[in-house]
């Protein structure tokens, strides 16, 4: 699919803009802080219902007002699509789909965006979060019913912990006791459905991956992509977000794990439960679920946290996005997803930006965003606009497409 059209309205610094892209390379020049990464992140809302930048919605409002609006025009051979998103400052977002008021949540099955930032060296070398936040918007993208799952298993993990620390003040017996059962019956039966589908995805991610770090690094390096379940972690490492990518031997069939089969997977986190409940009773937090877990990332058989070079976790970050682009590619009826590359052509060297260049011209279409337009590769230079103070201008002589 690509982006025809697109208009944002009181959206970060931009107060009125209207945009026509191309099919192909469309890339936006400008000095920093002009807009370029702003631009970008409306288009990825419509996929990812939030920013890569922040974790609120108020920054993306404009200063002063009260709500963004941002529409784009979406086309796939003939057809089209009409996506509206209001982002308010405070409560929930609105949106539509060709005029007709939808549910926000349905907005990314319209839309499907890949998105290459600076912050995305935070997946293969932040805290575990990043690399759980980095699979759940793919599974969401591949299956939108997961944000449900996920929404949900949330909530309950809230609940849970908030009667586990009630418990902590007042003691826990008689009915909180059973309350808890409830509640852990609730956390087990979402929680078995978020870690099965993330080791699926693993799997599915680890032959792209693996062909997108070799066609990028320019060598073999093994990359390998494994969940580290929280229910399979010694209990002294239970400090939150513990590093669970202690080095060990790399496992000789480069074969990704298969799915265990659900009743395995309850099984051992019943077990788990019961085995930290006094744990979790003194501490007042829950410590076992996908919400503790970590996708631990290794290159040559060591985590690429704390071990690989910085050329080398470029090299990761850059195939967990390819790859995530060729899944959605494969996966969809939509065509390609839309491919954006905010900023990250000057972090790279010469050798990794023509050969990203190369691996992602082939999308329907490319967005890409930089301060000097010269560290663009040729493949990607064809359409360039520039951005300046929250105004598009289009190159003198341009047709409006
Ligand atoms: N809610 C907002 N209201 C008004 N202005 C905003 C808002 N959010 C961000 N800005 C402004 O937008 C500008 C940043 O835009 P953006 O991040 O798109 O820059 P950029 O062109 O990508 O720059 P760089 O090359 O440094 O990445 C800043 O000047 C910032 O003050
Ligand atoms: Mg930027």
Do not use: C
């Not at 929930?92 to 839309?111: H, M």
């Not at 990043?130 to 793919?138: H, K, V």
């Not at 329907?364 to 493949?379: F, H, K, R, S, Y």
């Amino acid at each position: 699919m690509i982006v025809e059209h697109l208009s944002l309205a009181d959206f970060r610094n931009y107060a009125a803009v209207d945009l026509a892209l191309r099919a192909g390379p469309n890339v936006f020049v400008g000095k920093n802080g002009q807009g370029k990464t702003n631009l970008v992140e409306a288009i990825a809302f419509f996929a990812t219902l939030g920013s890569h930048r922040v974790s609120s919605d108020a920054p993306m409002v404009r200063d002063g007002a009260e709500y963004a609006i941002v529409r784009a025009r979406l086309a796939h051979g003939e057809r089209r699509v009409q996506l509206e998103a209001q982002v308010n400052r405070q409560g929930s977002n609105k949106a539509r789909v060709n005029g007709a008021p939808v549910r926000t949540a349905e907005l990314p099955r319209y839309a499907q965006v890949v998105l290459f930032a600076p912050e995305d060296l935070q997946i293969v070398r932040g805290d575990p979060s990043a690399r759980r936040r980095f699979a759940d918007q793919l599974l969401v993208q591949r299956a939108p019913r997961m944000a449900g799952v996920l929404a949900d298993y949330d909530r309950v993990l809230k609940q849970r912990t908030a009667l586990l620390k009630s418990a902590r003040a007042r003691g826990l017996k008689g009915e909180a006791l059973s309350t808890l059962d409830v509640w852990d019956d609730k956390l087990v039966a979402l929680g078995t459905e978020i870690i099965r589908a993330r080791i699926a995805l693993a799997a599915d991610l680890a032959p792209p991956v693996a062909a997108a770090y070799r066609a990028i690094a320019g060598e073999d390096h093994r990359p390998e992509l494994e969940w580290a379940l929280s229910f399979s972690r010694d209990a002294d490492t239970d400090a939150d977000d513990a590093d669970a990518a202690v080095p060990k031997e790399s496992r000789t069939d480069a074969a990704p794990a298969a799915v265990p089969p659900a009743p395995e997977v309850i099984a051992q986190f019943r077990a788990a439960l019961a085995a930290r409940r006094s744990a979790e009773l003194d501490r007042g937090i829950t410590l076992v679920g996908p919400h503790r877990d970590d996708l631990v990332l290794r290159v040559r058989g060591l985590p690429v946290k704390g071990y690989a070079s910085h050329g080398e976790s470029w090299s990761v970050a850059l195939s967990l996005r390819l790859a995530s682009a060729e899944l959605l590619r494969a996966d969809s009826q939509l065509g390609d997803p839309i491919v954006i590359l905010d900023d990250v052509f000057a972090e790279l060297d010469s050798g990794r930006r023509g050969r990203l260049a190369e691996l992602t011209s082939g999308f329907e279409q490319v967005i890409v965003t930089a301060a000097v337009g010269a560290d663009v590769p040729g493949a990607l230079r064809a359409h360039t606009l520039r951005v300046e103070a929250g105004a598009i201008i289009e190159p003198e002589g341009a047709e409006h497409g």
